[in-house]
């Protein structure tokens, strides 16, 4: 029987190991959730109040927003959804709000999973006022690009109703902004040590987890754009990545950037994803 491993119990921030929450549905994410036992809860709830304001504060606008979906999932999706129909009615807040929003507990669960490890782990390299940056920037970038792609694939493929109809799908979730969290910390700390809680998967390197990821969204991409739209939004992650790429430049490059972050977090950031041997 899988036990819960949540690295926020088992594993302090510098530690060489992690234990990310993925659930594969709702009542699977509710009855893990109730199967963890009262003392490992009670440390997991104390992990989350020595967490930086700006990460409770970023925990707190999830749950907050999927609270309202529950009550009116209507109105959300009007008002908290990525589109291109709610973008050309003129409600722009929708595409930042879009990047909050989840309608699942399986969906927010697994997202905050992220937050909590890789994103606490960022935070804690580049501070307070990168790490608000770093959470807005990438929310608006991916909810731009995801915008721009919905909108170039409908003009490219006219006579396809799927994509057409893609104009008005909806896209939400912290899934984009978490790819850039992982593209950040993939960069500080690639060897680091991922594990599935309850699951017997065994454990991988972060860099290896990342581009896995990212093999992933490419091909999932390619048949969305070819075929049909599949459920996932490869498009918010890979735009998670790309802002990712973007913002590690901001922060290491310009002036601004580097004053935010301090010369240690610079070296950090700046180690190259990719070697070559030859």
Not at 132 to 145: K, N, T, W, Y
Not at 200 to 221: C, N, Q, R, V
Request: proline fraction near 4%; glycine fraction near 6%.
């Amino acid at each position: 029987q899988a036990l819960l491993d949540l690295s926020p119990v088992r594993s302090p921030l510098n530690s060489d190991t992690i234990t990310v929450y993925a659930p594969d549905n709702s009542e699977d994410a509710l009855k893990n959730l109730l199967s963890i036992d009262d003392d490992v809860m009670e440390k997991f709830l104390s992990y989350v109040l020595t967490l930086a304001p700006n990460v409770q504060s970023t925990l707190a606008i999830n749950i907050v927003i999927f609270l309202l979906w529950q009550l009116n999932g209507k109105f959300m999706l009007r008002h908290a959804a990525i589109s291109n129909k709610n973008w050309k009615e003129g409600r722009w807040w929708s595409a930042i709000l879009g990047s909050f929003s989840h309608s699942d507990l399986y969906h927010i669960v697994g997202n905050m999973s992220i937050l909590l490890s890789i994103g606490a782990r960022v935070h804690a390299v580049i501070g307070d006022k990168a790490f608000a940056g770093v959470i807005l920037g990438s929310s608006i970038i991916c909810s731009g690009l995801t915008l721009l792609y919905n909108y170039v694939v409908a003009r490219l493929r006219p006579d396809s109703k799927v994509h057409q109809q893609s104009l008005s799908t909806p896209h939400i979730g912290f899934s984009g902004i978490n790819c850039t969290l992982l593209y950040l910390y993939t960069a500080i700390n690639p060897s680091l040590l991922v594990l599935y809680g309850f699951t017997s998967h065994p454990a991988i390197t972060l860099k290896d987890m990342f581009f896995l990821g990212l093999e992933f969204d490419l091909t999932g991409l390619a048949i969305s754009a070819c075929a049909a739209p599949t459920p996932i939004s490869h498009i918010g992650h890979l735009s998670g990545v790309c802002a990712g790429v973007l913002l590690r430049l901001f922060l290491t490059v310009s002036d601004v950037g580097r004053r935010w972050i301090g010369k240690k977090a610079v070296k950090s950031l700046s180690q190259p994803l990719f070697t070559f041997k030859f």
